[in-house]
């Protein structure tokens, strides 16, 4: 990193012991673009050097200390200036003096909680970051690292089905059944949709999905809502008896893990949004939430025999929701 103005005398770089082994994963930046970064997982060692290189050999570099640190960031973009930090490790790296070669530094943040995963959103931003600085008088010097973190989490793939009715009296029931409540993100939403009493002429239905983000407190609350997908069900007019089978394949789609309350900043949902028109183009709608987590490798072999039996049939019966559980690989 270059560095403009007094004591323009060094450059930083941040290298992970790692780096030629470790996975990326693509996130979005805040201007949209998608950028790859190196993929951590909670729990996992950070380490690596920091090279100090003098841009003019020979030439003493003074200085009041070099640190790098590790930190976890939440940045609400309608508060900007004001971070919020839910990790922050320091490592001193050298102590006050002088450089008189350049030099690598080796660092070691051991076994880093990193509670929450990396999140780009309308209103808020939440990112892990190496930084390096070379403490000065006038103007320090410094470089950061940008990782990102998924979160993994293992379910029961049996989870209670999604029953629903649209109803209005005596013109129109419908009701529509989801296999189970609880997706992880390269699943598939399996359906069926049960016309049991048709007296308006609908003309179109669709199911879609809808993200919503909801960042701030009591009086400062934001909602954005975003259409991630839109599944067309039917073109015409159903009649009494009818079923339509979905499926819905969630791989296609960029969508993140459910979050709740992180930090007590942000939360993001996902809904299932079944949409009908009729001939007069007026609009029937019935919502449910759905949760979608970010599958591991790690899964009980026992549900192995019941997961296939449910991906088969609806399970009608409720089952009691099981609390995730961290795994460390996540399914490629």
């Known amino acids: 990193m270059s560095f403009f103005g007094f ?5 930083i770089d941040i290298v992970l012991n790692d780096a030629e082994t470790r996975k990326k994963a693509e996130h979005k930046t805040e201007d949209g673009r998608k950028d790859k970064y190196f993929l951590f997982y909670d729990g996992e060692t950070v380490s690596g050097k920091v090279n100090v290189t003098l841009k003019y050999p020979g030439k003493r570099l003074e200085h009041n200390g070099i640190k790098i640190e590790f930190v976890g960031q939440i940045e609400l973009y309608y508060d900007r200036g004001n971070h919020h930090e839910f990790v922050s490790l320091v490592k001193d790296l050298a102590r006050p003096g002088e450089l008189t070669q350049s030099q690598a530094f080796d660092f070691e943040f051991t076994h880093v909680e990193k509670p929450y995963e990396s999140y780009t959103g309308q209103n808020v931003k939440l990112r892990y970051f190496l930084r390096a600085t070379v403490s000065r008088r006038l103007n320090d010097i410094s470089k950061e690292l940008d990782l990102v973190v998924h979160t993994l989490s293992s379910y029961p793939e049996l989870n209670s089905s999604i029953k629903m009715e649209v109803g209005i009296e005596d013109c129109l029931h419908i009701e529509f059944e989801y296999n189970k409540s609880k997706y992880h993100l390269k699943d598939v939403i399996v359906g069926k949709i049960y016309f049991l009493l048709v007296r308006i002429k609908i003309k179109h239905m669709e ?8 960042t701030g407190t009591g009086p400062n609350v934001y909602h954005e809502n975003d259409t991630i997908a839109k599944y067309e ?36 949902r996902y809904y299932l949004n079944l949409v009908l028109i009729d001939e007069e183009e007026r609009r029937y709608f019935k919502q449910q939430e759905i949760t979608l987590w970010r599958k591991g490798d790690i899964v009980r072999k026992s549900m192995s025999h019941q997961a296939i039996m449910a991906s088969q049939r609806f399970e009608s019966s409720s089952h009691p929701e099981t609390t995730p559980t961290q795994s460390q690989e996540e399914d490629s």
């Open 7 to 11: 004591g323009q005398s060094a450059d």
């Open 233 to 268: 069900i039917m073109d015409g007019a159903p009649v009494r008896g009818e079923s339509i089978p979905i499926r819905l394949f969630l791989a296609g789609y960029e969508m993140t893990p459910s979050m709740r309350d992180i930090n007590k900043k942000y939360s993001v």
């Open 207 to 214: 199911i879609d999905i809808i993200k919503r983000e909801t």
